[in-house]
C-alpha cells in the first residue's frame, strides 16, 4: 500500500509539474508575444491569457518574473508595451497583482528615469506613463478601499471619504493629481498625433493610441469622485477656502471634455469603447440642488465575440476546455499501464480495478473541472455583459432622472414666475382701476359742482323773483278789495308767470327731476292758491308761510351739497398731494442713485488711475534700479580694460589654470545674466535676479579680463597678442552689452552671446597655456582616457543642449523657408550627436572588454602604461570627437544667425566623421576580431557617416533654397558686350582656380605639420595631395618607431578647421 500511495503521489506531482511548466510556457508566450519592440498595438488575446493567469496563480509573480528579464533601457517601444500590459493587469488583474506591483515600484521610477533624459519619440511617453502608474500604485495602497479599476458605489466611496473633512480634503487633492497624470498622458499622445481618421488607421498611431481606452476608463470614474467630493467639501467649508479646489476641477473639466470629443471623433475608438458625453459647463458647487443634474459618465465596453485568428507562432488557444465534444466511449476508453505496471504488474490482482478506477475517476474529475471552467468563464462573460447593459441601463436611467429633475425645477420655476406676474399684474391692473376711479369721480364730481353751482343760481334768482312777485302779490291782495278786475288781471299775471316760472325750471332742472317735481308740486300748490286768493286773505298769508318754508329746505339742500362738494374736493386734493409726494420721492430716489453711481465710477477711476500711477512708478523704480547697476557694472569692466595699458600691471602675472577658472565662471554668469533677462522681459515690475546677475557677471569678467592680461605676460608672443586682443574684445563687447541693456529701445535685442564666444576663446587659450604631457606620468594615462571619454560625453549632451536652445530660438526669431531650412539641419545635427553618443558608448564598452581581457593580474594603470601608445591614440581620438562635437555646434549657430557659412558645417560634418572613424581605428586595434562589441561598435560608426552625410544633404538642400540665384538675361547685350562679359568671365574662373589650388596646398601643408606633431612620419604622406596612404592614426603604426611624447599630442584648440569668420580671433 505504502508504494502504491507513493506511485499515485508521484504521478500526481509529475502532473502538477506539467501543468505549472505548461502555464510558465504559456505565460511566457504571452508576455514576449505582447510586450516587443514591433510598434504595433497589444493584441487583445495575449493581454487576457496574462491577466487569466494573474487570476489562476492569484497574483503576478510569473508575470513580473518574465518581466524583469526584458532590456528596457534598449527600446521605448518596449517600455511603452510593457506600461500597457502592467495599466491592463492592474485593472482588470486578480486583486493581489496590486501587492506583487508595489514591490517593483522602484523598477517603474528607474524605467520613467532613463527614457524620461533622452529625446526620443516614445521617450517622453514612457516617462509619463511610468509617472502614472506609480501614482496610481501609491493612491490604491493608501487608500484600499477603492479598487484599483475604480469601480465603486456612492456609498462606499462616502465610506472611504470617512466623516472627517481632513479626510475628505485629502482624498479630493489625490484625486485631483491622479487625474492630471491621466490627462497629462493623454494630451502628449495627441499632440504627438495628426487625429485625422487616415492617422489613426496606422498600426504606429494605434500603438500610440492603444492605452488611451484605460486612460478613458478611469478619467470617467475620477470625474464622477472629484464631483461627489467637492459638492460634500462646499456642504461642510466656506467658498472662499475651496476657490483652488474649484478652479483646478473647472481646469480639468475643459482638458477632460477636449479629451472625450477629440477620441471620440477617431475611427479606431468607435468600434473599441463608447465614450460619454460630458455637460457643457461644470457643475456649479454653491448651488447645492446643482447635484441633482449631475450624470455620472459611463463608459460601455462593446461586447467582441469576434473569432480571433491565431498566430503563426501561436502555440495553442487558451485554456477553455470545451468538452461539447466529449463522447461516452471516450471518456471510457482503457488507460494504458505505466511502466511501473508494465515492467513489475500490479501489486495484488485486486488493486489492478481499483487503479483504473481511480484512473477513471481522476479524468472524470478532471474533464468536469474542465467544464465547471468553462462554465465559470461564461457565467463570467454573460455578468460582464449583464454589467455592461445594467451600466448602460443605469446611466440611461441617470439620465432620465436628470432630465425628470431638471423638468420639475423647470416647472418650479414657470410656477413661480408665473405666480409672480400674476400677482404684479394683479397689483398694476388694482393700480390702474384706483387711479381711474379716482379720475373718474374727480371729473364727475367736478361736473356735479359745476351743475350745482348753475342750479345753485338759477335758483336764487328764481327766489328773488318770486319774492318780488310775492310782494306784489300782496300789494294785489291789499287791493283786491277794490276792484274784482285788478286781481282778475293779476291772477292772470300770476298763472302767466307761473307757467313761464314752470317751464324755465323744466328746462334747467332736468337732471335733477327729483327736486324740480317737489318745486313744480310746491309751484302748483301755490298758483292753487293763487287761485283761492280771492276767498281769503288767510288763505293767502298761509301760502306765502308754506313758500317761505320750502325755501328754507331749498336752501338746507343747497348747503347739504355744498358740504358735499367741499367733501370731494378735499379727497381729490389729497389723493393729488399723495401722487406728488410719491413722485417727489421717486425723483428724489433715482437722484441720489445717480449721485451715489456717479460718485463710485469717480472712485474706481481714480483708484484705477492711482494703482496705474503705482505700477508705473514701479516699473520707473526698478528700471532706474537696473540703470544704477548697469553703470555700476560698467565702471567695474571699464577699469578692468583700462589695465590693459596700465604699465603698472605689467609686472603682475596669472596662472593658465587660474584664469580657466575664472573664465568658466564668468561662461556661468552669463547664463544667469541670460535667464534674468528673460524673467525681468516677462516681468518687469522685479528686477531682483537680473541685478544679482549683473553684479556677478560684471566682477567676474573683469576678473577675466585682468587675469587674462596677466596671464598673457607669461605667455609666448602669439599666444600673447591673441590673449590681449580677446580681452579687450571681451570688454568692448561688455561695454556694448550693457549700453543695450541700459536703453529701453535696445533692452529687447541685448543678447550676451558675442561675450560668451569670446570668453570660450579666452579659456580655449588658457587651456592651450597648461602645460601638458610632461607633467603627465604614466600611470596617470587610464584616468586620463576615462577624464576625455567623460569629458567628450559631456561636449556631446551640452551640444545637444545648444541645438535645442537654437530650435527653439530659431523657432521665434524665424518663420517660412528660413525656418523649415533651420529645423532640417539642426534636426540632422541633432540626430549626428545622438549618434556619435551611442559611438562614444560602443567604444567605451569595448574598451573595458579590451582592459579587462588583456590586463591579466595587473592593474587597469598598469595595463595603460604598458599600452601607452594605444592609450594615446584613444585620447587623441576623443578630443578629437568631442572638439568636433563643439565646432559643429558654433557652425550650426552661425549658419542659423546667418553670421556663418554653410561649407563651415560641411568641412565639420567631414571632420566629425574622420575623427569618429580614427576612434574606431583606436578601438579595433587591440580588439578581438569576433567580439560582438566590436561588431556594435562598427554599426555606430557607419551610423555615425550616415547621420554626417544627412548633415552635408541637409546642408546643401538648404543652401541651394536660401541663395538667390540671378536670372541670366543677355537679351539686351550686343555681341561685343557678350564677348567682354564672356573674357571677364574667364578671368574670373582662372582667378578662382587659382585660389583653388593655392587653398590645396596650403591644405596639404597644414595635414603635414599636423601629423608631424602628432607623431606621423613624413614619409608615409602622399606626394600628389599631401593626405596618407595609410591610416593617420599613431596606434596603428609600427611598434618599431620612436614613441613620441603626450606633449607632441595637438591639444584641442591645435585641432586644424576653416577659420571661423569672426571679429575676434
Same mark, same amino acid.
Given at each position: 500500500?505504502?508504494?502504491?500511495?507513493?506511485?499515485?503521489?508521484?504521478?500526481?506531482?509529475?502532473?502538477?509539474?506539467?501543468?505549472?511548466?505548461?502555464?510558465?510556457?504559456?505565460?511566457?508566450?504571452?508576455?514576449?508575444?505582447?510586450?516587443?519592440?514591433?510598434?504595433?498595438?497589444?493584441?487583445?488575446?495575449?493581454?487576457?491569457?496574462?491577466?487569466?493567469?494573474?487570476?489562476?496563480?492569484?497574483?503576478?509573480?510569473?508575470?513580473?518574473?518574465?518581466?524583469?528579464?526584458?532590456?528596457?533601457?534598449?527600446?521605448?517601444?518596449?517600455?511603452?508595451?510593457?506600461?500597457?500590459?502592467?495599466?491592463?493587469?492592474?485593472?482588470?488583474?486578480?486583486?493581489?497583482?496590486?501587492?506583487?506591483?508595489?514591490?517593483?515600484?522602484?523598477?517603474?521610477?528607474?524605467?520613467?528615469?532613463?527614457?524620461?533624459?533622452?529625446?526620443?519619440?516614445?521617450?517622453?511617453?514612457?516617462?509619463?506613463?511610468?509617472?502614472?502608474?506609480?501614482?496610481?500604485?501609491?493612491?490604491?495602497?493608501?487608500?484600499?478601499?477603492?479598487?484599483?479599476?475604480?469601480?465603486?458605489?456612492?456609498?462606499?466611496?462616502?465610506?472611504?471619504?470617512?466623516?472627517?473633512?481632513?479626510?475628505?480634503?485629502?482624498? &479630493?487633492?489625490?484625486?485631483?493629481?491622479?487625474?492630471?497624470?491621466?490627462?497629462?498622458?493623454?494630451?502628449?499622445?495627441?499632440?504627438?498625433?495628426?487625429?485625422?481618421?487616415?492617422?489613426? &488607421?496606422?498600426?504606429?498611431?494605434?500603438?500610440?493610441?492603444?492605452?488611451?481606452?484605460?486612460?478613458?476608463?478611469?478619467?470617467?470614474?475620477?470625474?464622477?469622485?472629484?464631483?461627489?467630493?467637492?459638492?460634500?467639501?462646499?456642504? /461642510?467649508?466656506?467658498?472662499?477656502?475651496?476657490?483652488?479646489?474649484?478652479?483646478?476641477?473647472?481646469?480639468?473639466?475643459?482638458?477632460?471634455?477636449?479629451?472625450?470629443?477629440?477620441?471620440?471623433?477617431?475611427?479606431?475608438?468607435?468600434?473599441?469603447?463608447?465614450?460619454?458625453?460630458?455637460?457643457?459647463?461644470?457643475?456649479?458647487?454653491?448651488?447645492?440642488?446643482?447635484?441633482?443634474?449631475?450624470?455620472?459618465?459611463?463608459?460601455?465596453?462593446?461586447?467582441?465575440?469576434?473569432?480571433?485568428?491565431?498566430?503563426?507562432?501561436?502555440?495553442?488557444?487558451?485554456?477553455?476546455?470545451?468538452?461539447?465534444?466529449?463522447?461516452?466511449?471516450?471518456?471510457?476508453?482503457?488507460?494504458?499501464?505505466?511502466?511501473?505496471?508494465?515492467?513489475?504488474?500490479?501489486?495484488?490482482?485486486?488493486?489492478?480495478?481499483?487503479?483504473?478506477?481511480?484512473?477513471?475517476?481522476?479524468?472524470?474529475?478532471?474533464?468536469?473541472?474542465?467544464?465547471?471552467?468553462?462554465?465559470?468563464?461564461?457565467?463570467?462573460?454573460?455578468?460582464?455583459?449583464?454589467? &455592461?447593459?445594467?451600466?448602460?441601463?443605469?446611466?440611461?436611467?441617470?439620465?432620465?432622472?436628470?432630465?425628470?429633475?431638471?423638468?420639475?425645477?423647470?416647472?418650479?420655476?414657470?410656477?413661480?414666475?408665473?405666480?409672480?406676474?400674476?400677482?404684479?399684474?394683479?397689483?398694476?391692473?388694482?393700480?390702474?382701476?384706483?387711479?381711474?376711479?379716482?379720475?373718474?369721480?374727480?371729473?364727475?364730481?367736478?361736473?356735479?359742482?359745476?351743475?350745482?353751482?348753475?342750479?345753485?343760481?338759477?335758483?336764487?334768482? &328764481?327766489?328773488?323773483?318770486?319774492?318780488?312777485?310775492?310782494?306784489?302779490?300782496?300789494?294785489?291782495?291789499?287791493?283786491?278789495?277794490?276792484?274784482?278786475?285788478?286781481?282778475?288781471?293779476?291772477?292772470?299775471?300770476?298763472?302767466?308767470?307761473?307757467?313761464?316760472?314752470?317751464?324755465?325750471?323744466?328746462?334747467?332742472?332736468?337732471?335733477?327731476?327729483?327736486?324740480?317735481?317737489?318745486?313744480?308740486?310746491?309751484?302748483?300748490?301755490?298758483?292753487?292758491?293763487?287761485?283761492?286768493?280771492?276767498?281769503?286773505?288767510?288763505?293767502?298769508?298761509?301760502?306765502?308761510?308754506?313758500?317761505?318754508?320750502?325755501?328754507?329746505?331749498?336752501?338746507?339742500?343747497?348747503?347739504?351739497?355744498?358740504?358735499?362738494?367741499?367733501?370731494?374736493?378735499?379727497?381729490?386734493?389729497?389723493?393729488?398731494?399723495?401722487?406728488?409726494?410719491?413722485?417727489?420721492?421717486?425723483?428724489?430716489?433715482?437722484?441720489?442713485?445717480?449721485?451715489?453711481?456717479?460718485?463710485?465710477?469717480?472712485?474706481?477711476?481714480?483708484?484705477?488711475?492711482?494703482?496705474?500711477?503705482?505700477?508705473?512708478?514701479?516699473?520707473?523704480?526698478?528700471?532706474?534700479?537696473?540703470?544704477?547697476?548697469?553703470?555700476?557694472?560698467?565702471?567695474?569692466?571699464?577699469?578692468?580694460?583700462?589695465?590693459?595699458?596700465?604699465?603698472?600691471?605689467?609686472?603682475?602675472?596669472?596662472?593658465?589654470?587660474?584664469?580657466?577658472?575664472?573664465?568658466?565662471?564668468?561662461?556661468?554668469?552669463?547664463?544667469?545674466?541670460?535667464?534674468?533677462?528673460?524673467?525681468?522681459?516677462?516681468?518687469?515690475?522685479?528686477?531682483?535676479?537680473?541685478?544679482?546677475?549683473?553684479?556677478?557677471?560684471?566682477?567676474?569678467?573683469?576678473?577675466?579680463?585682468?587675469?587674462?592680461?596677466?596671464?598673457?605676460?607669461?605667455?609666448?608672443?602669439?599666444?600673447?597678442?591673441?590673449?590681449?586682443?580677446?580681452?579687450?574684445? /571681451?570688454?568692448?563687447?561688455?561695454?556694448?552689452?550693457?549700453?543695450?541693456?541700459?536703453?529701453?529701445?535696445?533692452?529687447?535685442?541685448?543678447?550676451?552671446?558675442?561675450?560668451?564666444?569670446?570668453?570660450?576663446?579666452?579659456?580655449?587659450?588658457?587651456?592651450?597655456?597648461?602645460?601638458?604631457?610632461?607633467?603627465?606620468?604614466?600611470?596617470?594615462?587610464?584616468?586620463?582616457?576615462?577624464?576625455?571619454?567623460?569629458?567628450?560625453?559631456?561636449?556631446?549632451?551640452?551640444?545637444?543642449?545648444?541645438?535645442?536652445?537654437?530650435?527653439?530660438?530659431?523657432?521665434?526669431?524665424?518663420?517660412?523657408?528660413?525656418?523649415?531650412?533651420?529645423?532640417?539641419?539642426?534636426?540632422? /545635427?541633432?540626430?549626428?550627436?545622438?549618434?556619435?553618443?551611442?559611438?562614444?558608448?560602443?567604444?567605451?564598452?569595448?574598451?573595458?572588454?579590451?582592459?579587462?581581457?588583456?590586463?591579466?593580474?595587473?592593474?587597469?594603470?598598469?595595463?595603460?602604461?604598458?599600452?601607452?601608445?594605444?592609450?594615446?591614440?584613444?585620447?587623441?581620438?576623443?578630443?578629437?570627437?568631442?572638439?568636433?562635437?563643439?565646432?559643429?555646434?558654433?557652425?550650426?549657430?552661425?549658419?542659423?544667425?546667418?553670421?556663418?557659412?554653410?561649407?563651415?558645417?560641411?568641412?565639420?560634418?567631414?571632420?566629425?566623421?574622420?575623427?569618429?572613424?580614427?576612434?574606431?581605428?583606436?578601438?579595433?586595434?587591440?580588439?578581438?576580431?569576433?567580439?560582438?562589441?566590436?561588431?556594435?561598435?562598427?554599426?555606430?560608426?557607419?551610423?555615425?557617416?550616415?547621420?554626417?552625410?544627412?548633415?552635408?544633404?541637409?546642408?546643401?538642400?538648404?543652401?541651394?533654397?536660401?541663395?538667390?540665384?540671378?536670372?541670366?538675361?543677355?537679351?539686351?547685350?550686343?555681341?561685343?558686350?557678350?564677348?567682354?562679359?564672356?573674357?571677364?568671365?574667364?578671368?574670373?574662373?582662372?582667378?578662382?582656380?587659382?585660389?583653388?589650388?593655392?587653398?590645396?596646398?596650403?591644405?596639404?601643408?597644414?595635414?603635414?605639420?599636423?601629423?608631424?606633431?602628432?607623431?606621423?612620419?613624413?614619409?608615409?604622406?602622399?606626394?600628389?595631395?599631401?593626405?596618407?596612404?595609410?591610416?593617420?592614426?599613431?596606434?596603428?603604426?609600427?611598434?618599431?618607431?620612436?614613441?613620441?611624447?603626450?606633449?607632441?599630442?595637438?591639444?584641442?584648440?591645435?585641432?586644424?578647421?576653416?577659420?571661423?569668420?569672426?571679429?575676434?580671433?
Amino acid at each position: 500500500m505504502s508504494s502504491i500511495s507513493r506511485v499515485k503521489s508521484k504521478r500526481t506531482e509529475v502532473r502538477l509539474g506539467a501543468e505549472r511548466d505548461h502555464f510558465d510556457k504559456q505565460q511566457l508566450s504571452s508576455i514576449s508575444k505582447a510586450i516587443n519592440s514591433t510598434e504595433t498595438p497589444v493584441k487583445e488575446k495575449h493581454a487576457r491569457r496574462i491577466i487569466l493567469g494573474t487570476h489562476r496563480e492569484k497574483g503576478a509573480v510569473t508575470f513580473w518574473s518574465y518581466a524583469l528579464g526584458f532590456p528596457f533601457p534598449s527600446s521605448s517601444i518596449l517600455c511603452w508595451k510593457f506600461c500597457h500590459v502592467l495599466h491592463k493587469i492592474l485593472r482588470d488583474g486578480h486583486r493581489n497583482v496590486l501587492q506583487d506591483c508595489t514591490r517593483h515600484y522602484s523598477s517603474l521610477i528607474d524605467i520613467g528615469e532613463i527614457w524620461g533624459n533622452l529625446h526620443d519619440r516614445y521617450g517622453q511617453l514612457v516617462s509619463l506613463y511610468s509617472r502614472l502608474l506609480c501614482t496610481k500604485l501609491k493612491f490604491h495602497t493608501k487608500r484600499g478601499d477603492i479598487p484599483a479599476n475604480l469601480e465603486i458605489n456612492d456609498d462606499d466611496l462616502e465610506r472611504a471619504a470617512g466623516t472627517d473633512i481632513n479626510n475628505v480634503f485629502q482624498l &479630493s487633492v489625490e484625486v485631483f493629481d491622479y487625474m492630471d497624470t491621466e490627462l497629462q498622458l493623454a494630451e502628449t499622445v495627441l499632440r504627438q498625433l495628426n487625429t485625422s481618421i487616415a492617422i489613426s &488607421s496606422l498600426t504606429s498611431s494605434q500603438c500610440r493610441l492603444a492605452p488611451l481606452i484605460q486612460v478613458i476608463q478611469d478619467c470617467s470614474h475620477l470625474y464622477h469622485f472629484a464631483v461627489k467630493l467637492l459638492f460634500k467639501l462646499h456642504a /461642510c467649508l466656506p467658498a472662499d477656502t475651496l476657490q483652488g479646489h474649484r478652479d483646478r476641477f473647472h481646469d480639468q473639466f475643459h482638458k477632460l471634455k477636449s479629451f472625450f470629443n477629440k477620441t471620440r471623433d477617431m475611427t479606431y475608438f468607435k468600434r473599441l469603447i463608447q465614450i460619454p458625453k460630458l455637460p457643457d459647463s461644470p457643475p456649479n458647487f454653491l448651488h447645492a440642488a446643482s447635484l441633482a443634474k449631475h450624470v455620472k459618465p459611463v463608459v460601455v465596453i462593446p461586447d467582441m465575440d469576434e473569432p480571433e485568428q491565431q498566430d503563426d507562432d501561436d502555440d495553442e488557444p487558451e485554456p477553455l476546455i470545451d468538452v461539447s465534444n466529449v463522447t461516452t466511449s471516450s471518456l471510457q476508453a482503457q488507460p494504458q499501464m505505466d511502466i511501473f505496471d508494465q515492467a513489475f504488474g500490479p501489486p495484488n490482482g485486486g488493486f489492478d480495478d481499483r487503479d483504473l478506477q481511480i484512473e477513471s475517476l481522476k479524468r472524470d474529475l478532471e474533464l468536469l473541472r474542465a467544464e465547471l471552467e468553462r462554465v465559470k468563464a461564461e457565467a463570467q462573460r454573460y455578468i460582464t455583459q449583464l454589467k &455592461s447593459q445594467i451600466n448602460s441601463l443605469e446611466a440611461e436611467l441617470e439620465e432620465q432622472r436628470a432630465q425628470k429633475q431638471r423638468a420639475l425645477v423647470e416647472n418650479e420655476q414657470l410656477r413661480m414666475e408665473l405666480e409672480a406676474t400674476r400677482h404684479r399684474n394683479a397689483e398694476h391692473e388694482s393700480l390702474q382701476t384706483t387711479f381711474i376711479e379716482a379720475e373718474k369721480r374727480a371729473q364727475a364730481t367736478e361736473q356735479r359742482y359745476n351743475k350745482l353751482k348753475e342750479k345753485h343760481t338759477e335758483l336764487v334768482t &328764481s327766489h328773488a323773483e318770486l319774492l318780488r312777485k310775492s310782494a306784489d302779490t300782496v300789494k294785489m291782495l291789499s287791493a283786491t278789495q277794490q276792484t274784482q278786475e285788478e286781481v282778475e288781471r293779476t291772477k292772470h299775471q300770476m298763472t302767466f308767470e307761473m307757467e313761464r316760472i314752470k317751464q324755465d325750471s323744466d328746462m334747467k332742472l332736468e337732471e335733477q327731476r327729483f327736486e324740480m317735481e317737489k318745486l313744480k308740486r310746491e309751484l302748483e300748490e301755490k298758483i292753487a292758491e293763487m287761485t283761492r286768493i280771492k276767498a281769503t286773505l288767510q288763505s293767502s298769508t298761509k301760502t306765502s308761510e308754506q313758500m317761505n318754508s320750502s325755501m328754507t329746505a331749498l336752501q338746507a339742500e343747497k348747503e347739504r351739497l355744498m358740504r358735499s362738494v367741499s367733501e370731494k374736493e378735499a379727497e381729490l386734493s389729497s389723493l393729488r398731494q399723495a401722487t406728488q409726494v410719491q413722485q417727489s420721492s421717486l425723483q428724489q430716489e433715482r437722484d441720489r442713485t445717480s449721485r451715489e453711481l456717479g460718485e463710485l465710477q469717480g472712485k474706481l477711476k481714480e483708484k484705477t488711475s492711482q494703482e496705474e500711477q503705482m505700477k508705473q512708478k514701479l516699473l520707473e523704480e526698478q528700471f532706474a534700479l537696473l540703470q544704477g547697476t548697469i553703470t555700476e557694472a560698467e565702471t567695474i569692466i571699464q577699469d578692468a580694460v583700462a589695465k590693459l595699458d596700465d604699465p603698472l600691471h605689467i609686472r603682475c602675472t596669472s596662472s593658465p589654470d587660474y584664469l580657466i577658472s575664472r573664465a568658466e565662471a564668468a561662461l556661468g554668469s552669463i547664463d544667469k545674466v541670460k535667464k534674468g533677462h528673460a524673467d525681468y522681459l516677462r516681468n518687469m515690475s522685479d528686477a531682483g535676479g537680473l541685478l544679482r546677475a549683473l553684479t556677478q557677471f560684471s566682477h567676474l569678467t573683469a576678473d577675466t579680463i585682468i587675469n587674462g592680461s596677466a596671464t598673457a605676460h607669461m605667455a609666448p608672443t602669439d599666444h600673447a597678442d591673441k590673449l590681449t586682443e580677446n580681452c579687450r574684445g /571681451c570688454g568692448a563687447q561688455s561695454l556694448q552689452f550693457l549700453k543695450e541693456m541700459k536703453s529701453k529701445t535696445t533692452l529687447q535685442r541685448a543678447d550676451p552671446a558675442t561675450i560668451r564666444i569670446i570668453i570660450q576663446k579666452i579659456l580655449h587659450l588658457g587651456q592651450e597655456l597648461r602645460p601638458k604631457g610632461m607633467d603627465v606620468r604614466q600611470e596617470e594615462l587610464g584616468d586620463l582616457v576615462d577624464k576625455e571619454m567623460a569629458s567628450t560625453s559631456a561636449a556631446i549632451e551640452e551640444a545637444v543642449r545648444r541645438i535645442d536652445e537654437m530650435m527653439n530660438q530659431a523657432r521665434k526669431d524665424t518663420t517660412g523657408i528660413k525656418l523649415e531650412v533651420n529645423e532640417r539641419i539642426l534636426n540632422s /545635427c541633432t540626430d549626428l550627436m545622438k549618434a556619435i553618443r551611442m559611438l562614444v558608448i560602443s567604444s567605451t564598452d569595448l574598451q573595458k572588454e579590451i582592459v579587462e581581457g588583456g590586463r591579466g593580474a595587473a592593474t587597469v594603470r598598469e595595463f595603460y602604461a604598458k599600452n601607452s601608445r594605444w592609450t594615446e591614440g584613444l585620447i587623441s581620438a576623443a578630443k578629437a570627437v568631442g572638439w568636433g562635437a563643439t565646432e559643429m555646434v558654433e557652425s550650426a549657430d552661425k549658419v542659423v544667425l546667418h553670421t556663418g557659412k554653410y561649407e563651415e558645417l560641411i568641412v565639420c560634418s567631414h571632420e566629425i566623421a574622420a575623427s569618429t572613424a580614427q576612434l574606431v581605428a583606436a578601438s579595433k586595434v587591440k580588439a578581438d576580431r569576433h567580439s560582438r562589441k566590436l561588431t556594435v561598435l562598427q554599426q555606430a560608426s557607419r551610423h555615425v557617416n550616415e547621420m554626417a552625410a544627412n548633415v552635408v544633404a541637409s546642408t546643401k538642400t538648404g543652401q541651394e533654397h536660401l541663395e538667390e540665384k540671378d536670372t541670366m538675361d543677355f537679351s539686351g547685350m550686343s555681341l561685343i558686350k557678350l564677348k567682354k562679359e564672356e573674357m571677364e568671365s574667364q578671368v574670373k574662373v582662372l582667378e578662382l582656380e587659382n585660389q583653388l589650388g593655392n587653398e590645396r596646398l596650403r591644405l596639404g601643408e597644414l595635414r603635414k605639420k599636423h601629423y608631424e606633431l602628432a607623431g606621423v612620419p613624413l614619409e608615409q604622406f602622399d606626394e600628389g595631395n599631401g593626405e596618407t596612404s595609410s591610416l593617420v592614426n599613431p596606434v596603428s603604426m609600427s611598434p618599431k618607431l620612436s614613441k613620441p611624447s603626450l606633449m607632441k599630442k595637438p591639444p584641442l584648440a591645435q585641432k586644424p578647421n576653416i577659420p571661423p569668420k569672426n571679429v575676434f580671433k
